[in-house]
């Protein structure tokens, strides 16, 4: 999986083109980790090209969302298709992200 990644303002912007499932998480947690290691903690995970989450892929998101947390900032998540946004509303992790349908509305979320 490769992830695409673009910056803002304070804002940095990761896009996967893959599925969010086992083989694919390191990918998405080394791109998490260079941007707290730059002090980049406003993230947006733009899902836009994810086809599918599996669990260990949402596992993953938690995880990820921990950690810039516990430097003080936040990880979105922006533009999942239907299936996607059905996974994590049925899994309720609707109470842990801030979801938008684009790229503005994520970014404006942070004030």
Do not use: W
């Not at 910056?7 to 390191?26: C, K, N, Q, T, Y």
């Not at 941007?35 to 995970?45: I, M, Q, T």
């Not at 509303?89 to 004030?111: K, N, P, Q, V």
């Amino acid at each position: 999986m490769k992830i695409k990644r673009h910056r803002i303002g304070r804002i940095v912007f990761l896009s996967p083109d893959e599925a969010l499932i086992g083989e694919h998480l390191a990918v998405l947690d080394e791109q998490i980790q260079q941007c707290l290691d730059a002090g980049e903690v406003r993230v947006v995970l733009d899902l836009n090209a994810v086809p599918y989450i599996d669990s260990a892929g949402l596992e993953k998101l938690l995880a990820c969302a921990d950690r810039v947390r516990k430097k003080g900032g936040s990880l979105k998540i922006s533009n999942p298709n239907p299936l996607c946004n059905e996974i994590l509303e049925i899994t309720r992790m609707t109470r842990y992200f801030d979801i938008t349908f684009d790229l503005e509305d994520a970014a404006r979320s942070f004030g």
